[in-house]
Nanobody, 115 residues
Framework: QVQLVESGGGLVQAGGSLRLSCAAS????????MGWYRQALGKQRELVAT???????NYADAVKGRFTISRGNAKNTVYLQMNGLKPEDTAVYYC?????????WGQGTQVTVSS
């Protein structure tokens, strides 16, 4: 069983930056990929970015060029550097881990971007 704990959300003005962190514990050697998803009020949860165990990344078109996903040296931590934030980036951001197609989720962290 993998547990995920996110941190780093908050309130920022448009154009600002935030860095989200997610620490995984329990069964981390079996994690194939980790990623970030977000869910805005009244909308479905959507992919933001993912990174595999060998470093391959994937980004949603809406965040390409502004957000960067990376993994820590211990491979059980994933980061999301968010630059050039826009009001439409406001959402609860969830960390995700893919363990042989079993998906685990963190509790979420709120990101609010004011205009």
């Amino acid at each position: 069983q993998v547990q995920l704990v996110e941190s780093g959300g908050g309130l920022v003005q448009a154009g600002g930056s935030l860095r989200l962190s997610c620490a995984a514990s329990g069964g981390t050697s079996s994690i194939y990929a980790m990623g970030w998803y977000r869910q805005a009020l009244g909308k479905q949860r959507e992919l933001v970015a993912t990174i595999t165990s060998n470093g391959r990344t994937n980004y949603a078109d809406a965040v390409k060029g502004r957000f960067t996903i990376s993994r820590g040296n211990a491979k059980n931590t994933v980061y999301l550097q968010m630059n050039g934030l826009k009001p439409e980036d406001t959402a609860v951001y969830y960390c995700n881990a893919d363990v042989s197609l079993r998906y685990f989720w963190g509790q979420g962290t709120q990101v609010t971007v004011s205009s």
